[in-house]
């Protein structure tokens, strides 16, 4: 390991359901580990499905269903 340091911050959603948002990070940051993204890269793909995960309680959420999908076009004051 690196002595890199990096912060990204969070996407900002009213949380419906937080269980399984750590998992979520967790998944996303190793998905862009494994495909060899940048670490800023990697933890933004950990808070997309973070955030995706706390704004439903659905197993598997739809554009209709949620108020926050990964790669959608986001500005500074979705940020927390």
Excluded: C, K, N
Aim: proline share 5%.
């Amino acid at each position: 390991a690196g002595a890199d340091e990096q912060f990204v911050r969070a996407h900002r959603i009213d949380v419906v359901e937080a269980v399984g948002a750590g998992d979520a990070f967790a998944g996303g940051y190793l998905v862009g580990r494994l495909s060899g993204a940048p670490l800023a890269e990697r933890l933004q793909a950990g808070h997309d499905r973070a955030a995706l995960t706390l704004a439903t309680t659905a197993d598997f959420p739809d554009a209709a269903s949620t108020p926050f999908l990964p790669g959608t076009a986001l500005t500074e004051s979705d940020r927390a």
